[in-house]
């Protein structure tokens, strides 16, 4: 014969522990979220942000451009300075010299980067209802950088030296800065690279910390 054993009902005081225990874990979670989209801005210095490879018939392995947050630079070979080689055939066209071209946002990148992860450190510990704020540039940091990348390159393009050895052969137009693009017997690719997608992760890491904090104000107010 089998005995059924009926197991008593949980506590009012352990269900109230379980739940202070879930609600500190959610409390915390944002912070966490905050924090780890810190380490990945960190990570992010060291790595190429967009990239370019510029395919031509007396460059039959292409030549490759890396953009970081603040300097450019080409692949690994130490005997062609490819970004230099580049700004040398824009002259051709008229093109400005690329080592010219957002020289003020080079110029703060590395302090910006420094302060938005200082930012989102204060929003991690400082519990107040406007410190969330304190995450929105780093949340806008990756898009803020294609947008930028996007005026300098329509600015190179729509403004070409009318007196460039190729001027008559070339009109002005807007380089992608994703994608395929031909000027001329160039065919250029664009791309974004790991370091604009680790800083979208970070984006992605705040936007859900944001959420998470303004759900669980919701659930205050309506408690």
Do not use: C
């Not at 403004?159 to 190729?166: E, F, G, K, R, T």
């Not at 693009?181 to 890491?205: E, K």
């Amino acid at each position: 014969m089998t005995t059924n054993v009926i197991s008593p009902p949980k506590s009012n005081a352990d269900n109230h522990t379980s739940q202070t225990a879930s609600h500190r874990w959610l409390k915390w979670l944002p912070s966490a979220f905050f924090l780890a989209a810190a380490v990945l801005l960190v990570v992010s210095i060291s790595m190429p942000y967009w990239g370019l490879v510029l395919e031509a018939p007396q460059y039959p392995g292409g030549l490759q451009m890396r953009v970081f947050v603040n300097y450019m630079t080409g692949d690994a070979d130490p005997k062609l300075d490819e970004v230099r080689e580049i700004d040398g055939l824009n002259h051709y066209i008229g093109m400005q010299s690329l080592y010219e071209a957002a020289k003020f946002e080079r110029s703060i990148a590395i302090p910006a980067v420094i302060i938005m992860i200082g930012l989102l450190v204060v929003a991690a510990f400082w519990r107040r209802r406007w410190t969330s704020l304190l995450a929105i540039p780093a949340l806008t940091f990756p898009f803020v950088f294609l947008g930028d990348l996007a005026f300098w390159m329509t600015n190179y393009g729509q403004n070409l030296d009318p007196y460039a050895p190729l001027s008559s052969a070339i009109q002005p137009f807007t380089p992608p800065i994703l994608g395929e693009g031909v000027i001329g017997q160039f065919r250029t690719v664009a791309y974004v690279d790991t370091g604009w997608y680790i800083v979208f992760a970070g984006s992605i890491l705040i936007t859900v910390a944001l959420l998470l904090k303004l759900s669980s104000k919701v659930t205050k107010s309506e408690g």
